[in-house]
């Protein structure tokens, strides 16, 4: 059984900073491409950001020079810093991971979310 888990989410102001943490557990025996979505009240889920095993980071247009997704295979973590954050960045985040397990294979693993709200 794999778990993913996030942190740091919570209430910040606009042109203030997070910084997200996912923690992948469980029977892992690789870790392929993680990525961060987000979901907005009443929006449809989108991708935010996305990191291979090999490094290669690809963003959304809205976030852009404001997030950076990085990640640290020795301890099965991928975080988000979010800077000059804006209200339109209100969401649910959620990580989610390729992994191939000891049981069950290779397959799509997600966390359980963690709130990002940004007012003043």
């Known amino acids: 059984q794999v778990q993913l888990v996030e942190s740091g989410g919570g209430l910040v102001q606009p042109g203030g900073s997070l910084r997200l943490s996912c923690a992948a557990s469980g029977s892992i025996l690789n870790i392929y491409a993680m990525a961060w979505d987000r979901q907005a009240p009443g929006k449809q889920r989108e991708m935010v950001a996305r990191i291979t095993g090999g490094g290669t980071t690809g963003y959304a247009n809205s976030v852009k020079g404001r997030f950076t997704i990085s990640r640290d295979n020795a301890k099965n973590t991928v975080y988000l810093q979010m800077n000059n954050l804006k209200p339109e960045d209100t969401a649910v985040y959620y990580c989610?991971?390729?992994?191939?397990?000891?049981?069950?294979?290779?397959?799509?693993?997600w966390g359980q979310g963690t709130q990002v709200t940004v007012s003043s």
């Open positions: 989610n991971a390729d992994i191939r397990a000891t049981v069950g294979g290779r397959s799509q693993s």
